[in-house]
């Protein structure tokens, strides 16, 4: 069982039960949950709850952690909140191996820092990007279009270069 | 040497310096190599044309939509999700519908249910058939490409005949379905599952399950153990072609899928033959699906009866006053659902497909995330690849099945 030191808050949301752990101690609570039975991650993701009035949330990003018992096929949803620019919390790839590129693409969606991920890079933008296009405060339509006339200008070296 | 890559899973990287006395080669195997089925770029290190270490490198189809869903009103989101998973439109409609659904409360009556049931079979049925006629085509089987697609075209038919679409269909809604099965479309399938479907399952078994090449290139080639698939996270025909015997369709089911009567495909060769009987068992188990789904098809409304979340039918816009107020109301502002967040899954032809939705309350969502079985799978790559020959990655990527429209979203 998760010791219930690590929990801070638990329910059920439209049917799916989740718990919210501190999340300086993520990595304890979801290696308890492993030893529980919980043995898959089936996805990891963050939500930016930037001017989110729908509830009180304790900081801007929350982190997801969904977890399934492929024997009694239950599932969990672990929270923690982390606020901060870059947020900072511990990788969980060495519990999960498929976390690894979840927490890359967290990464470079949120720009949310994993500690100890092997290889914390850009997985789906380019290498070069500038900014994390799932947060809230990055514009659609922001970008310059590839191959258009502002492309062109925006490519070419200045002249005096 | 054995390296951990995590999890007790060690690979043997034996002869780093290289058999031929040589260092390792490094080659770019792709972005647009044919074989990858899109654009999927691989660094791979060989000894001589033994793969040694593989890193994927993808992103080239990612088309932000995920952050497209969150500017687009609940309604609206629908023709999003057609366009991740390019191969199975309608099983990526109903993970969103079913999450929609079931964060507003509601349910969906039986014959929308059964309609939903029969999009998604035939889509994994094309969607199957594209893999083999890719796939055959790649590994020496020229024609199943041509015996493959004419299937396909016939399942294409029937989309455009009960959506309008061929391809994107966003058949499926929150809500129900977009409309009701025409007697022309029950009529083809009638004709699709009774004749057409199970004599040509047993026709590209013909051509390929005694095959002396396919057999070549696939048994042996790709292996991935029971535990190894548990632990990378594979699903689908990976994981049940490794014999684990997983399919949320039985295991956690969804859609009504509890009332058919199907078995689950699994093979305990663990390789690439392996997939491929899983996968032309589903064949077989789909159109059997289909076939219970149209013997019972259930008569009744295809929609939740729920004005706040559809508009109302053509006639009532003329005599109600309350319609045109819903109607109007719907096509600007659209319909808001309550805060809350929920994850649904669903087994696409790739594996577990799902969606988180979290909402703040408002007529558009807050955060949709789609779980993508091609993502996770090829994490597996480097696993089933390694100390193979380069020639036979084309058959390990090829029995994959990822689909980088759904890996890179």
Known sequence: MIPEALVVDRGVSAGDSWLTVDPAKVHDALSALKDEGYSLLVFLTCVDHLLDSSRNWPARYELLYELRNLETREQVRVRAFVDGDPPHIDSVHDLFPPANWDERETYDMFGVVFENHPDLTRILMPDDWVGHPLRRDYPVGGEVVEFSEEHETWQTAPEKA | MTTEIGQGITVDRTGETGA???????????????????????????????????????????????????????????????????????????????????????????????????????????????????????????????????DRDTIMDMNEEISGFRMHTSYIRPGGVFADATPRFLDML?????????????????????????????IGIGRLSAEDAKVLGATGPMLRGSGV?????????????????????????????????????????????????????????????????????????????????????????????????????????????????????????????????????????????????????????????????????
């Open chain 2, 245 to 409: 015997a997983w399919d949320l369709r039985k295991a956690m089911p969804y859609s009504g899928y509890e009332n058919y009567d199907f078995e689950i495909a699994t093979s305990d060769l663990c390789d690439c033959y392996g997939r491929y009987l899983v996968r032309i068992k589903e064949m077989r188990e789909s159109v059997k699906i289909l076939r219970q789904a149209l013997d019972r098809l259930p008569d009744g409304p295809i929609n939740v009866d729920d004005r706040k979340m559809l508009p109302p039918p053509r006639e009532e816009l003329e005599t109600s006053m309350e319609a045109v107020i819903h109607h109007f109301k719907l096509f600007t502002e659209g319909y808001s659902v309550p805060p809350g967040d929920v994850y649904v899954a669903v087994e696409s032809g790739r594996g577990e497909n799902g969606c988180y939705i979290s909402s703040d309350g408002t007529h558009k969502p807050r955060r949709v995330k789609f779980r993508s079985a091609s993502f996770v799978n090829l994490q597996a790559l480097e696993r089933m690849a390694l100390n193979h020959f380069i020639a036979d990655m084309i058959a390990i990527i090829g029995t994959a099945d990822t689909v980088l429209g759904d890996c890179d979203r």
């Open chain 2, 20 to 150: 031929f006395g040589g260092e390792l080669l490094t080659v770019n195997f792709g972005p647009h190599h044919p074989s990858t089925h899109g654009v999927l770029r691989l660094v791979v290190d060989l000894d001589g044309e033994q793969v040694k270490r593989i890193k994927p490198v993808i992103g080239y189809l990612h088309t932000g939509i995920e952050k497209q869903m969150e500017a687009l009103r609940w309604q609206q989101g629908v023709v999003v999700t057609d366009r991740h998973d390019y191969l199975s439109p309608p099983i990526n409609n109903l993970a969103y519908a079913l999450a929609v659904e079931r964060l507003m409360g509601v349910e969906v009556p039986p014959r929308a249910q059964a309609l939903r049931v029969i999009m998604c079979e035939l889509t994994r049925l094309s969607s199957h058939l594209v893999w083999m006629g890719t796939s055959g085509l790649e590994l020496g089987a020229m024609s199943m490409l041509m015996y493959c697609f004419r």
């Open chain 2, 190 to 218: 009638d004709r699709f599952t009774a004749k057409t479907m199970t004599k040509n399952v047993d026709e590209y078994e013909a051509l390929l399950t005694d095959n002396p090449i396919w057999r070549r290139r696939t």
